[in-house]
């Protein structure tokens, strides 16, 4: 079988999450507890996030049409090698910020964002979010409550199952992946989802 090409993910990315987030997953939010996350709130953005193959190819292709691709790459780099060999807690202490956040804090592919991208939310105020997982480096906030949506988790769920349903027909490996550290790989070479694909993943690149 033919092997995929990097425009054969993207679409299989496109097409996943657009049938899987197809229908609005959130109600209205009451007044107190703060508006609906939206573009421009990235407390969010400083957790580690699991992507497919697909869903890394993406993104990485959005954000070379979208930023500079010389600070892009200095920002992946930085990333990663912040993070790398960090477990859950260290990794959330360090506070570290995804590297396709732009200067003012908003996504700069925010409508080729990844499931999981879109799953986190929060029906709380911002300023608990930033106190339990935003830029302020150190340990959160133990009093702060942030109170989420399960219904857009359950769309992310769907959409990479049906992305790994795709790469099985396609007679290919489907891979999770952490989304810092695929960004590092695939922007230094971007070939290298083909061996992604094949199964072949060092194990500090796969999601935990």
């Known amino acids: 079988m033919k092997p995929l090409d990097a425009g054969e993910l ?3 990315a496109s097409s996943a999450l657009a049938t899987a987030f197809a229908q609005p997953t959130k109600g209205p939010t009451p007044a107190s507890e703060g508006p609906p996350c939206t573009l421009g709130c ?12 697909p869903e890394v190819v993406h993104a990485l292709k959005a954000a070379l049409t979208a ?3 010389i600070a892009l790459g200095d920002r992946i780099a930085s ?11 260290d990794r959330l202490r360090a506070r570290v910020a995804c590297p396709l956040l732009d200067t003012q804090g908003s996504c700069t592919i925010y409508d080729a964002r990844p499931a999981y991208c879109r799953a986190y939310n929060a029906r709380s ?11 302020s480096k150190g ?3 133990p009093n702060a409550v942030v109170v989420a949506d399960p219904a857009p988790f359950d769309c992310a769920f769907a959409a990479q199952a049906r992305i790994d349903r795709d790469l099985e027909h396609a007679g290919a490996e489907s891979p999770h992946l952490d989304l810092t ?15 992604w694909l094949q199964g ?9």
């Not at 105020?125 to 830029?135: E, F, H, K, Q, Y």
């Not at 072949?200 to 935990?208: I, Q």
């Open 10 to 12: 993207v679409a299989i």
């Open 42 to 53: 990235s407390s969010c953005c400083y957790l580690p996030v699991n992507v497919t193959v």
């Open 67 to 69: 930023v500079d691709v």
């Open 79 to 89: 990333a990663s090698d912040q993070t790398r060999g960090l477990d859950g807690s």
């Open 125 to 135: 105020s911002r300023d608990a979010c930033d106190r339990l997982i935003g830029p």
């Open 139 to 141: 340990l959160a906030d």
């Open 181 to 195: 550290h695929a960004l590092a790989l695939l922007y230094a070479e971007p070939s290298t989802y083909k061996e």
């Open 200 to 208: 072949h993943v060092d194990d500090w690149v796969r999601s935990r």
